[in-house]
């Protein structure tokens, strides 16, 4: 069993006084192995500003792109319903056209 992360150091819960007139808190331990793991892509240096700077030009790119086409699709459902609406207001029957 691995001893508790304070007990590691040397410093001990007994060591520490409790506040008067609070019950003494529970020492919660955790057991779990951390090992150092390699990690796949460096986050220190020149190279993870590199990565940085791509992905957020890619992020930029992406976000333009959508909001370049997103109104292409989304124009239709409002203009389609906008001239039937005027075609009512000026007492054509909805679909006519230029006819009147």
């Known amino acids: 069993m691995l001893p508790h992360r304070r007990e590691a150091h040397g410093i001990k819960a007994s060591d520490r006084p409790a506040p008067s007139g609070t019950p003494p808190s529970p020492v919660i331990t955790c057991h779990a192995v951390f090992r150092h793991q390699e990690l796949p892509l460096n986050t220190q240096g020149p190279f ?25 699709f989304l124009q239709p459902l409002f203009i389609i ?20």
């Open 48 to 72: 993870a500003t590199l990565y940085v700077g791509i992905a957020l030009c890619a992020f930029y790119i992406a976000l333009v792109w959508i909001n370049t086409l997103l109104p292409m």
């Open 81 to 100: 319903p906008a001239t039937w609406l005027l075609e009512v207001m000026q007492g054509k029957k909805p679909g006519a056209g230029g006819q009147g």
